[in-house]
Nanobody, 126 residues
Framework: QVQLVESGGGLVQAGDSLRLSCAAS????????MGWFRQAPGKEREFVAA????????QYADSVKGRFTISRDNAKNTVYLQMNSLKPDDTAVYYC???????????????????WGQGTQVTVSS
């Protein structure tokens, strides 16, 4: 099973940008659809963005569309989440997740993802 490690979180002000990275190890993720989810205190985990193995199919939650960009570098076995124009409502722990290579389609449902990272905290102050 692949191991995922997120990095790049931190404390920023509203309007700032951050880039999260998700480094995979143990096996290649080039065939895996990958996703980012987030969980704010007292709230359920929610979908943020997903990308197919080829990178050609991308989906975003409405709340981040136009501000966040998901991408991947299969040569580096890494997935990214560029977050611009951050808002206090974006404050959450952000998790990287990967689907089994049996499933090439992207998904917005957390239960469809097999592998999860430990999460990285993003805090946006107003």
């Amino acid at each position: 099973q692949v191991q995922l490690v997120e990095s790049g979180g931190g404390l920023v002000q509203a309007g700032d940008s951050l880039r999260l990275s998700c480094a995979a190890s143990g096996r290649t993720i080039s065939s895996n659809a990958m996703g980012w989810f987030r969980q704010a205190p007292g709230k359920e985990r929610e979908f943020v963005a997903a990308i197919s193995g080829s990178g050609l199919i991308i989906q975003y939650a409405d709340s981040v569309k136009g501000r966040f960009t998901i991408s991947r570098d299969n040569a580096k076995n890494t997935v990214y989440l560029q977050m611009n124009s951050l808002k206090p409502d974006d404050t959450a722990v952000y998790y990287c997740a990967g689907r089994s290579s049996y499933y090439t389609a992207v998904s917005q449902r957390s239960r469809d993802f097999l592998s999860w990272g430990q999460g990285t905290q993003v805090t946006v102050s107003s």
